[in-house]
């Protein structure tokens, strides 16, 4: 075995997410601003002696319970296999991998989590095999994975349209610090989109940057999260996440992040949201404090 080569997986919020149409095979547009928390999965892979590609995952961490590493859907496996099948004929020269994923961030629940798994996956077996991808063949691999895939790639402040595969600088953030908090419900998107009632809402003009959290929490606050509502008929306790978020002493936003349900708060500092995780804290609820993750592009 090689040492082990270890890739963080930070949890994706959606700042605002305006649903802007919908194709004509189903898929919704959106336009959303995407930034990274703290909070992430852990995947750790080692290159084994054997041939032929073959990647072997085992699961455990917080939220590992209950999931399968031997489950050919798992969105790790399919980014290792996606890379297998672009390498061809030659993949039976391919080292086998070992894998471990380090579970932390819930599941289905409007983080990104297993979305960001498959991008730690892509960078990672990337690595250890020494492929080099063209940009925009990783993206097209990454899309294929799953929409939120491509803006997990890089992990940096993104504007997100199209189904998620068209990306954009955001305006430049301003330091402040973030809560997550997770009800310990999972919420399916397709039910959420289900119960989604009204149009369609434009995309915004956004500034370049936001040199103040005034700035951003007011700009954020002309914008919405268009399935909160919908996600909180799905699971009213999302409501009650709001609530204690927007009561936290330093809250200065809050809102669910993508399709629920866990929801984000905006604070001064880190210090100011760790401070306030106590408040917040109830049983059975998942609750993060700390900074936003600024990231760095992948290959």
Same mark, same amino acid.
């Given at each position: 075995?090689?040492?082990?080569?270890?890739?963080?997986?930070? /949890?994706?919020?959606?700042?605002?997410?305006?649903?802007?149409?919908?194709?004509?095979?189903?898929?919704?547009?959106?336009?959303?601003?995407?930034?990274?928390?703290?909070?992430?999965?852990?995947?750790?892979?080692?290159?084994?002696?054997?041939?032929?590609?073959?990647?072997?995952?085992?699961?455990?961490?917080?939220?590992?319970?209950?999931?399968?590493?031997?489950?050919?859907?798992?969105?790790?496996?399919?980014?290792?296999?996606?890379?297998?099948?672009?390498?061809?004929?030659?993949?039976?020269?391919?080292?086998?991998?070992?894998?471990?994923?380090?579970?932390?961030?819930?599941?289905?629940?409007?983080?990104?989590?297993?979305?960001?798994?498959?991008?730690?996956?892509?960078?990672?077996?990337?690595?250890?095999?020494?492929?080099?991808?063209?940009?925009?063949?990783?993206?097209?691999?990454?899309?294929?994975?799953?929409?939120?895939?491509?803006?997990?790639?890089?992990?940096?402040?993104?504007?997100?349209?199209?189904?998620?595969?068209?990306?954009?600088?955001?305006?430049?953030?301003?330091?402040?610090?973030?809560?997550?908090?997770?009800?310990?419900?999972?919420?399916?998107?397709?039910?959420?989109?289900?119960?989604?009632?009204?149009?369609?809402?434009?995309?915004?003009?956004?500034?370049?940057?936001?040199?103040?959290?005034?700035?951003?929490?007011?700009?954020?606050?002309?914008?919405?999260?268009?399935?909160?509502?919908?996600?909180?008929?799905?699971?009213?306790?999302?409501?009650?996440?709001?609530?204690?978020?927007?009561?936290?002493?330093?809250?200065?936003?809050?809102?669910?992040?993508?399709?629920?349900?866990?929801?984000?708060?905006?604070?001064?500092?880190?210090?100011?949201?760790?401070?306030?995780?106590?408040?917040?804290?109830?049983?059975?609820?998942?609750?993060?404090?700390?900074?936003?993750?600024?990231?760095?592009? /992948?290959?």
């Amino acid at each position: 075995m090689t040492a082990t080569q270890s890739e963080s997986a930070h /949890a994706k919020i959606n700042l605002y997410l305006h649903v802007t149409g919908r194709r004509a095979d189903g898929y919704h547009l959106l336009d959303s601003v995407a930034v990274f928390a703290g909070a992430a999965d852990v995947l750790d892979v080692e290159v084994a002696q054997a041939r032929g590609g073959a990647l072997g995952l085992r699961i455990d961490g917080m939220f590992g319970a209950g999931l399968c590493g031997d489950d050919a859907t798992n969105l790790v496996i399919r980014a290792a296999d996606a890379l297998r099948t672009r390498a061809g004929a030659a993949a039976d020269g391919l080292p086998s991998l070992d894998a471990v994923l380090h579970k932390d961030l819930p599941v289905a629940s409007g983080i990104g989590g297993g979305s960001a798994d498959a991008a730690a996956a892509l960078r990672t077996v990337m690595r250890a095999w020494g492929m080099t991808v063209p940009r925009d063949e990783l993206v097209r691999i990454a899309t294929a994975l799953g929409a939120d895939v491509p803006v997990c790639l890089d992990q940096v402040p993104t504007r997100m349209s199209g189904i998620g595969e068209i990306l954009r600088p955001a305006p430049a953030l301003p330091q402040c610090g973030m809560m997550l908090v997770n009800c310990g419900m999972s919420v399916s998107t397709p039910a959420v989109f289900r119960a989604r009632q009204g149009g369609f809402r434009p995309a915004p003009d956004l500034p370049a940057r936001w040199e103040t959290l005034s700035q951003m929490v007011g700009t954020l606050s002309e914008l919405s999260n268009d399935l909160e509502d919908a996600a909180c008929e799905v699971c009213p306790t999302i409501r009650e996440v709001l609530s204690a978020m927007r009561a936290a002493p330093g809250c200065r936003f809050a809102r669910m992040s993508g399709s629920g349900a866990t929801c984000f708060a905006l604070f001064d500092t880190p210090q100011a949201a760790e401070h306030a995780r106590d408040v917040v804290e109830r049983p059975g609820w998942w609750v993060w404090a700390g900074d936003l993750y600024r990231g760095g592009r /992948a290959a």
